[in-house]
Structures are given as C-alpha cells and as structure tokens.
C-alpha cells in the first residue's frame, strides 16, 4: 500500500514537472512566433531636412507600447505558474483599429509638423513649390494647415522678405484709406473721392492679397495655385486704381477723352485679371509673360500722357499732370518688374540671398514705394485743379 501510494506521489510530481516544461516550451515558441511575425507596430517617421541634411526620427504609437508591456508581462507570468492552464493564460491582443489611436496618431503627427518643422533646401522641396532655384536653402515644408502657415510669418525663410514688405504696405494704405474717409478735404467732391477710393483699393488689394499668397502658398498644389491666381490679379487692380485719379484729373475738362482712356484701362484690366486665371500663368516658365502683361498695362499710359503733352505743353504738363512723380512712379514699377523676370541679383550670387536681397523683395519694395509715389503725384494733382479752379466752359 505504501508502495502504491508512493509510486502515485512520484508519478503526480512527474507529470508536475513535465507540465511545467511544456508551459515553459510553449510560452518559448510563442515567444519566437511573435519575433518571426512581419513588424506590425505603427510608427511615424517624423523627416526633417536642414540645409541638405536628412534626419530621421521614428516615434512609436503608445498604444503599440502599452500592448507590447503587456503581452511580455502576461507571458512572464504564464511561466512562473504551474497550476494555471494554457487556454486561460492566453493574452487577447487589441484590435489594430481600436478607438481613439487614429485620433492621437494624427493629432501627434499635426503637433509635431506645425511645431518643429524646419526649413529645407530646394531640391527637397515637391515640385509645386519649386519656383526659384536659386535660392538654395531656407524653403518652408509643406505646411499641414493655415495656422501653421500664418505662424511662419515670424520665422527666418525664404518668404519673410516677401511676407512683411507687402504687410506693412497694406497695412500703411489701409491707415491712409481710413484717415481719408474720416477727414476728408473740404473742396473734395464725391466724383474726387471716388477716384482717389479707386486708388487706395487697388493698394489694398494688391498688397493684401500678395501678403496673404506668400504666407499660404507652401499650404498645398491647390491652395498655392488658388492664391497665386488672387494675387496677379491684385497687380492688374493696382495698375487700374493707380490710372484712374491720374486721367480724371489729366483730362479733368475733356470729358470724352476722360472716360474713353477710364474704360480702355478698365477693359485692359479685365483682360489681363482672365489671363491671370489661367493655371499654366502661375508656372515658372511663364515668369517672362507675367512680367510682360503687367508692363504692357503700365505702357498703355504712353497713349493719354502724349494726348496730354499735345493739349497742354511740356512745361506746363509737369505741374498740372505731375509728370515728374508719374515718371518716376513708372520707373519703378517697370525696374521691379523686369529684375523680377531675369532673377536679379540671386542669378549671379546663388545661394547668397535666400533670406534677404533676392529679386522678388526688390521688386515688392519698389511697388510699395511706387504706389506712395503715385499717391503723393496725384494729391498734388487735386492740389493743384482746386488751385485753378472748375474749367472755363463750365462757369
């Protein structure tokens, strides 16, 4: 009897033992299962490029973390327990798709591009945002939203200059605008303060809108594309606005030849607003047609300032038309334009003025100061027709 108790004893230890094996030897093989599986975490690959270089970081999903802790921990345990079976010591792993981690994915993702984006060089930029080449570093990523991109505008890029020459113009002729409107000159009438309206409008629209496209244009192919086609069309608006007080007051006692010249640059405008709407007008091989459009509008006054001369005299012309500021005024327009077209001066130092000194700011500074030249010439214009008086036919 004690002989059959023992040999049971031994026995039940026996099995014991080889229980105990075979949970070790199956928590082993499910062990190197998992290693033999394709990687099935998530991560994101977080790249940024500075000056060329390539730096990658990859930043694993917590909930992959978490799953991972627990999977080994379960297994550590299946093997330390002898009494708990196989079938209940099984770890159900989370769904792939379980609520909420797409959530933190893409919030994470959205932190990490709009808070610690940095500025790349040309050649990794898409080929949307490829516009310049030679301006080799210091190009803005793509930017994930309009909050990301209207906070660049106080970082160092290839756009600061762009962004702030045109923001202080807007915002200086919309000061203006609002000091005209509230203290208006006493001998203005409405017909004068209509045109001088048309004037300041075509500021505040070129100078907003071009503020605007340079702060969004990295956004996205259609937002760039979007903005670009606003911002050539607030050029052809500022050409427009800029001739009309000049004719009114030129040919203030010509009405005919007045308005005839208001409509031609109107229609002039017009067109030049649906070429500006033409998707391949935005690309850089038409950067030449885009330089040409606008300097044919500013031209077209070559026509009216000779009918001017013919009617009026030389001498006389520069005080009663403000030729001098006018002329000056074109210069201006016409230099930005053409440096604009040829890339000058980054086509002969490439790589030398990427923040500061590239064309496309040469050309913003020029038109700003253009338009207060423009707007002290046809002040002193109004200046002078109130001097004078109404026209002789009409007293």
Not at 4 to 11: E, H, N, Y
Not at 128 to 142: E, M, S
Not at 205 to 233: A, E, I, N
Not at 339 to 367: M, N, T, W
Request: glycine content about 6%; some cysteine.
């Amino acid at each position: 009897m004690n002989l059959d108790k023992s040999a049971a004893c031994i026995r039940r230890r026996h099995c014991n033992v080889v229980n105990k094996e075979s949970a070790t030897t199956s928590a082993g093989n499910k062990i190197k299962e998992e290693n033999k599986r394709p990687e099935t975490k998530m991560q994101m690959t977080i790249i940024s490029f500075e000056k060329g270089e390539k730096k990658v970081q990859n930043i694993d999903d917590p909930d992959e973390k978490e799953e991972e802790q627990k999977l080994t921990t379960e297994d550590t345990t299946d093997d330390q327990s002898d009494d708990i079976p196989d079938e209940l010591a099984e770890v159900t792993p989370l769904p792939a798709n379980a609520p909420g981690r797409t959530e933190k994915i893409e919030k994470l993702m959205r932190h990490v591009l709009e808070e610690g984006w940095r500025v790349i060089s040309f050649h990794h930029l898409p080929d949307w945002l490829k516009d310049n080449d030679f301006l080799r570093n210091y190009h803005r990523p793509p930017m994930p939203s309009f909050r990301c991109c209207f906070k660049s505008i106080f970082r160092i890029h290839t756009e600061t200059g762009n962004i702030w020459t045109h923001l202080l113009g807007f915002v200086a002729f919309l000061v203006i605008t609002v000091l005209f409107l509230t203290h208006p000159s006493s001998g203005f009438t409405w017909q004068e303060q209509a045109v001088f309206m048309a004037f300041f409008l075509g500021a505040i629209l070129c100078l907003g809108l071009s503020f605007v496209f340079h702060t969004v244009y990295c956004h996205s192919k259609s937002v760039s594309r979007l903005f670009s086609k606003l911002d050539y069309s607030g050029i052809s608006l500022l050409i427009v606005g800029s001739f009309i007080p000049w004719l009114y007051y030129s040919f203030y006692c010509e009405h005919v030849a007045r308005y005839a010249y208001i409509i031609l640059i109107s229609v002039l405008g017009v067109a030049a607003i649906f070429v500006s709407l033409w998707d391949k007008f935005s690309t850089p091989k038409f950067r030449p047609l885009r330089a040409g459009v606008f300097i044919a509008m500013g031209l077209s006054a070559v026509i009216p300032a000779v009918h001017f001369f013919i009617q009026t005299g030389f001498p006389s012309a520069f005080e009663a038309g403000a030729v001098g500021w006018m002329a000056l005024m074109a210069t201006m327009y016409i230099t930005g334009a053409i440096l604009y077209a040829v890339r000058v001066p980054e086509r002969f130092f490439p790589g030398k003025c990427d923040i500061v000194f590239q064309s496309h700011q040469i050309f913003h500074v020029l038109v700003v100061a253009a338009a207060f030249v423009h707007y002290h010439g046809i002040s002193n214009m109004a200046g002078y027709r109130f001097a004078i008086g109404e026209c002789l036919d009409e007293e």
